[in-house]
């Protein structure tokens, strides 16, 4: 009895102290704080993704706040009768912004777009918007429309330089087509195929499957995208006074359009344009030079803007440019608008009245357009 008594008591004196070995260790030690550190890490998780995940969510959402501005209507243009000369006319415009996801076939979607977009707008006969420095020429081939230190400054724009000097060689003497396959490359925008479509690592050939005009429409609407893309709220414009049919089109195909929409637009109009063209001059998209001279007079400027160019439009531009609005608009990390808010409304331009007299001008237009006509006819001499 007294043995058996003897082996528990040394059975439980050895238990005792591998219990007490064990605790002690750092093993142990370790064992608990992991177990511990799990614990939180696993209640964390589930406090953030389930109890308040969708209110976390919308916070981070919301986080992301930008300020949009609103483009202003331009002043009307008078004679000294109060006469119309010049004023704006309600139009629909097709604008198209960047809510693709980047990934690998980001270009390869933006692009379907776009080649879509461009069909259905063609297809009703109106026009693609080309304010790029290139055109097709009359032999069909890539060309300039600048030359000189505006060229160079277009070309710096294209390849990322800040200053002109900063150009290489090969990119300073660059041509139209060069330029043209710079952009459509797979480095820049990747309009084209692939001859594996399947595989990414394939030869890919630039341009291949559109025109060489569909293809200037398209590098054309991606580099205006691109001049956005730090700003992928803001909407860039494809075509200007579209027609009701364009617009019923666009509408209908909107769920293999994303990022397309149709807004309401105004476009300038002149009253008999060739009797008063040389006086009241037109307007067009701001240049690098007009941009540095306005803003100086006016912070409200930026390099989307339309304003005159010649005329009494450039010579009151900034009477007739009118205040832009803002409204502020909430984006996600892609750069969608999912929401805004705090909307001001912009005021129009102030109206211009001139010192001529419309029916004169006409007039007087008439008659030395006879006058010159008579003078002409009466030197035609016909010599056998």
Partial sequence: MEQKKGARTVLLKSIKESVINMVTSRVFV?????????????????????????????????????????????????DRNGELMAYNELAYSVTIEDVYESGRTKNEQLNGTISRLIDMIEENNDKIINDFDIVLDENN???????????????ADIYGKPKTEDLEYAERTATAEEVISYLAGTKKFAIGEYLDPNDRNSDFIVGSGYTKEKL???VTIRYAMSLNS?????ATTVAKDVSDETVAMIMENADVLDGVSVTEDTIRK???SVYYSHIIGYIGKISDDEYAQLSEEDEKYSLTDIVGKSGIEQYMETTLQGTKGTETVYVDNMGK?????????????NNVYLTI????????????????????VSKIRNIK
Avoid at 141 to 155: I, M
Avoid at 357 to 376: H, P, T
């Fill in 30 to 78: 370790l064992i608990i704080v992991f177990t511990c550190l799990s614990g939180i890490l696993i209640y964390r998780l589930f406090s953030l993704q389930i109890v308040h995940g969708e209110e976390y969510l919308d916070g981070f959402k919301l986080k992301i706040r930008k300020e949009r501005t609103i483009a202003s209507t331009r002043g009307n243009i008078y």
């Fill in 337 to 349: 608008v999912i929401e805004t808010s705090d909307r001001k409304e912009p005021a129009a331009g």
């Fill in 357 to 376: 007299d419309m029916k004169l001008q006409k007039a007087v237009y008439n008659l030395l357009e006879q006058k010159i006509a008579g003078i002409l």
């Fill in 230 to 234: 730090y700003q992928k709220y803001i």
């Fill in 141 to 155: 081939q890539y060309a300039f429309t600048v030359e000189g230190k505006t060229l160079l400054r277009f070309l």
């Fill in 270 to 272: 002149y009253v008999d």
């Fill in 216 to 218: 200037l429409q398209m």
